[in-house]
């Protein structure tokens, strides 16, 4: 299942008013003098100010947010570390599961015989939680109604109750949906982290797509955004290393590093 990335909001004029808050630090005049008088070449050096000094706290007045699609369980887990950000993401509580979609793996995927027992797996848990979720509601039904509540009422609590417990034995490859807004200099954090060939696929895939997303709204807040290697020069996982960093940079840069970055 293709995973989709929507940009669904983000702050207007991102970029002018990064570069607004910035400029009011050295500034004493109005803040609506300052945001009217930053036409876009002025924005764009400010930003570029900004980079060349790591003064980023400015980032964080501007937020984005998205919505991710066919995704797996086993993503978000990781996503939700980025504990500056806010999360809304489908429920296996209140939204029944039956028949789920899953993700499968690139390198399980492409070999055929990985790629059946992954799917005959997928095919005995969703088997099983369908059995559970039926007796567990008969039972939670049965419940109910020896209680008095009303019939369609009984039903409603006993399925709720039902795919509540049932859900424990859903895979971390069951696709989810989640909707997720940052602050740009959360965003940076996250780029440096997820975009790094270390990263686990899925999380890198998703990253990348945010990256080109956000560059299309605001290309010079974004425009070294990247592993953390974009900016040093040097990968800092020592030993760890991809060993691919000429690569990396003309991903994210469109160049190769310049010889005096080296030194």
């Known amino acids: 299942m293709k995973f989709k990335v929507v940009l669904l909001s983000h702050t207007p004029e991102p970029e002018k008013v990064v570069a607004t808050a910035a400029k009011l630090c050295y500034s004493n005049t109005t803040i609506e003098n300052i945001f009217e008088s930053l036409d876009d070449e002025a924005v764009k050096n400010f930003l570029n100010f900004l980079v060349e000094v790591g003064?980023?706290?400015?980032?964080?007045?501007?937020?984005?947010?998205?919505?991710?699609?066919?995704?797996?369980?086993?993503?978000?887990?990781q996503l939700v570390r980025h504990r500056i950000a806010s999360y809304s993401q489908q429920s296996q509580r209140y939204v029944k599961m039956d028949g789920f979609d899953y993700i499968i793996p690139p390198?399980?995927?492409?070999?055929?015989?990985?790629?059946?027992?992954?799917?005959?797996?997928?095919?005995?848990?969703?088997?099983?939680?369908?059995?559970?979720?039926?007796?567990?509601?008969?039972?939670?039904?049965?419940?109910?109604?020896?209680?008095?509540?009303?019939?369609?009422?009984?039903?409603?609590?006993?399925?709720?109750?039902?795919?509540?417990?049932?859900?424990?034995?859903?895979?971390?490859?069951?696709?989810?949906?989640?909707?997720?807004?940052?602050?740009?200099?959360?965003?940076?954090?996250f780029f440096s982290e997820r975009c790094c060939n270390r990263a686990q696929w899925e999380i890198r895939a998703v990253a990348d797509k945010i990256l080109e997303l956000v560059k299309e709204v605001a290309p010079n807040m974004f425009k070294f955004a990247g592993p953390k290697c974009i900016r040093l020069g040097y990968c800092p996982e020592g030993k760890f290393s991809c060993g691919e960093l000429e690569r990396v940079r003309e991903k994210y840069l469109g160049k190769k590093r310049e010889k005096h970055e080296d030194n």
Not at 143 to 151: D, N
């Open 107 to 189: 390198n399980i995927e492409e070999d055929e015989e990985l790629k059946n027992i992954f799917i005959e797996t997928m095919a005995q848990i969703s088997q099983a939680y369908a059995i559970l979720s039926e007796k567990l509601q008969k039972k939670h039904f049965e419940r109910f109604k020896m209680q008095g509540i009303s019939e369609k009422e009984a039903l409603k609590k006993a399925e709720k109750m039902a795919i509540e417990d049932a859900r424990y034995v859903l895979p971390n490859a069951c696709e989810t949906k989640i909707i997720m807004t940052m602050n740009a200099r959360e965003l940076l954090h």
């Open 55 to 77: 003064h980023q706290s400015p980032l964080e007045h501007v937020s984005f947010t998205f919505g991710i699609e066919g995704v797996s369980r086993s993503f978000t887990h």
